[in-house]
């Protein structure tokens, strides 16, 4: 993905040098696939790196607190909450694109990704809603089993 992303950026590097007025959304254009190119590959790498650490390789608690926040997965909970709000990030930069790659007037049909993007967010603000007073109920009751945590 990042040599896709430096393929695309060294286009639009050429295209600025021999800008004319109709190629100007393509420069811009160029370069908003090259972001999302290079956001892609690091999306992949983040993942490999969390499920590498969180499941595959058992760490002892030393090392486990040497790793940076974003490489400690306690749960697969936590694994899907990022991959929704990398998915929603991916998904605004693609309508971003979207929306420089048109050269005629918006229409309705071109609102579904950003209906689809609200739908999204709210959903995974709900579970972060209902995920958090599941935890702040987990430590009322010393008890019940936190591992058991529904999401």
Known sequence: MFIEGGVKLARALGLAF???????????ASVMQATDAFLFG??????????T???????????????PQWMRVDGISELKITLIEVTLVYLVVDFATDMV???TH???NMLMKPVAILLIA???RLVEI??????AS??????????????
């Open 138 to 151: 987990a430590k009322e009751e010393p008890g019940k089993p936190t591992h058991l945590r529904p999401l």
């Open 122 to 124: 709210g959903a995974l």
């Open 42 to 51: 690091l999306v992949l790498i983040v993942f490999a790196y969390a499920i």
């Open 53 to 67: 650490f969180g499941f595959a390789i058992d760490l002892p608690e030393a090392a486990r607190a040497k790793l």
């Open 18 to 28: 021999l800008i004319t007025e109709s190629e100007g959304l393509s420069v811009v």
């Open 130 to 135: 209902g995920r958090s007073e599941s935890e």
């Open 106 to 108: 918006v229409t309705w």
């Open 101 to 103: 790659e048109v050269e």
